[in-house]
C-alpha cells in the first residue's frame, strides 16, 4: 500500500519563475492538505481539498493556488517566485469520513529559490 | 492568530532518561493534539494523537492533556539515541476540515 508519494523531491527555481508541485495521497484517502514548512519552523498550512474544491485556506497570498483531480491526486503552484518561497513543501492526506484529524505526509518536496 | 507554542531546545538527555516535551496551545476550542517526530531532513510522523483530557500511552510514549491549562506533553521512556529528533506539537483547531496548526518544535538530542 503505496504511502503520500510527492514529486519532485528537490528543486530549484529563480526569482520570478513559477513551479508546480504534485501529490499523489494515500489509497482510500479523498482530502489532501498542503503545507510550507521553512528551515526550523513548524508546517504552516497552505490548503486543504477535497472533492475538487478548494475548503480551507491558510495565510497565504493567491500567488499559491492548487487544484484536485478526480482521482484526488493534487497539484500546488506557485507563481511569481520570492526567496522566501525557499521551503519544504509537505502533502497530507487523510481518508474520507475520518474526523480526529490525522494527517499522513508524504516526504516532501524541497524547493530553493535563487 | 491562533498559536501553539513550544521550547525550540535542544532539550538533552541521556540514554534510558525520561524525556518530557511541552507544549500549548491558544484556541481553547481545538480538539485534538498531535506529536509528529522529524527527522533532519525527513517529513514529520505521526507518533500519537490525544482527544481526551488525561494520559494516553502507547508503548514508550505518553501523550498528557490538560485543556483547563491548555496544555499538551509527550514523555519517551527509557530514551534512546535513535529518538534524538525534532517534535512537533500540532492542535486541531475548532471548525474541523482536519486543519492542524503546528508548533516550531523542540528538539530532542539523546546522548549515549
Known amino acids: 500500500d503505496a504511502g503520500v508519494t510527492q514529486s519532485p523531491t528537490h528543486l530549484i527555481k529563480t526569482r520570478g519563475q513559477q513551479v508546480t508541485l504534485r501529490c499523489s495521497p494515500k489509497?482510500?484517502?479523498?482530502?489532501v492538505s498542503w503545507y510550507q514548512q521553512a528551515l526550523g519552523q513548524g508546517p504552516q498550512f497552505i490548503f486543504q481539498y477535497y472533492e475538487e474544491e478548494e475548503r480551507q485556506r491558510g495565510n497565504f497570498p493567491d500567488r499559491f493556488s492548487g487544484h484536485q483531480f478526480p482521482n484526488y491526486s493534487s497539484e500546488l503552484n506557485v507563481n511569481a517566485l520570492l526567496l522566501g518561497d525557499s521551503a519544504l513543501y509537505l502533502c497530507?492526506?487523510?481518508?474520507?469520513?475520518?474526523?480526529?484529524?490525522?494527517?499522513?505526509f508524504g516526504e516532501g518536496s524541497r524547493l530553493t529559490v535563487l | 492568530q491562533k498559536e501553539v507554542e513550544q521550547n525550540s531546545g535542544p532539550l538533552s538527555v541521556p540514554e534510558g532518561a525520561i524525556a518530557s516535551l511541552n507544549c500549548t496551545y491558544s484556541?481553547?476550542?481545538?480538539?485534538?493534539f498531535f506529536w509528529y517526530r522529524q527527522y533532519s531532513g525527513k517529513s514529520p510522523e505521526l507518533i500519537m494523537f490525544?482527544?481526551?483530557?488525561g494520559d494516553k500511552e502507547d508503548g514508550r510514549f505518553t501523550a498528557q492533556l490538560n485543556k483547563a491549562s491548555q496544555y499538551v506533553s509527550l514523555l519517551i521512556r527509557d530514551s534512546q539515541p535513535s529518538d534524538s529528533a525534532t517534535y512537533l506539537c500540532?492542535?486541531?483547531?475548532?471548525?474541523?476540515?482536519?486543519?492542524?496548526?503546528f508548533g516550531a518544535g523542540t528538539r530532542l538530542a539523546v546522548h549515549p
Open positions: 500540532a492542535a486541531r483547531l475548532s471548525g474541523g476540515y482536519n486543519k492542524l496548526i
Open positions: 489509497s482510500g484517502h479523498d482530502t
Open positions: 484556541d481553547r476550542g481545538s480538539q485534538s
Open positions: 490525544i482527544y481526551s483530557n
Open positions: 497530507a492526506s487523510s481518508p474520507r469520513g475520518q474526523n480526529t484529524g490525522e494527517l499522513f
